[in-house]
Nanobody
Framework: QVQLVDTGGGLVQAGGSLRLSCAAS????????MAWFRRAPGKEREFVAG????????YYADSVKGRFTISRDNAKNTMYLQMNGLNSDDTAAYYC??????????????????WGQGTQVTVSS
């Protein structure tokens, strides 16, 4: 079993930056791919960014490409999402996700078997 705790959300001005963290703990018997998803009220959960186990490849939704940067530090069992140039469309609950036994992430939320509790990001004008 793997437990994920995502933190770092908050209220930020439009154009500002925020850094989310996702700490993994528990029994990790294998490598695992990780990703960030987000969900706004009344909306479907959508893929934001994904990263391979080694961190050598990253994947981004078109809406955040060039503004967000995903990274991970396996020595600390932590994944990060650096968010720059935030706008109102980025307001959502952000969730980290992991899939054990796989090294390459997927854009499909149903593919993941572990999830964080979510951290709220609100962008004000």
């Amino acid at each position: 079993q793997v437990q994920l705790v995502d933190t770092g959300g908050g209220l930020v001005q439009a154009g500002g930056s925020l850094r989310l963290s996702c700490a993994a703990s528990g029994r990790t018997f294998s490598k695992y791919a990780m990703a960030w998803f987000r969900r706004a009220p009344g909306k479907e959960r959508e893929f934001v960014a994904g990263i391979t186990w080694s961190g050598d490849s990253t994947y981004y939704a078109d809406s955040v490409k060039g503004r967000f940067t995903i990274s991970r530090d396996n020595a600390k069992n932590t994944m990060y999402l650096q968010m720059n140039g935030l706008n109102s469309d980025d307001t959502a609950a952000y969730y980290c996700a992991a899939r054990i036994t796989y090294t390459v992430p997927s854009i499909s939320s149903t593919w993941y078997n572990y999830w964080g509790q979510g951290t709220q990001v609100t962008v004000s004008s």
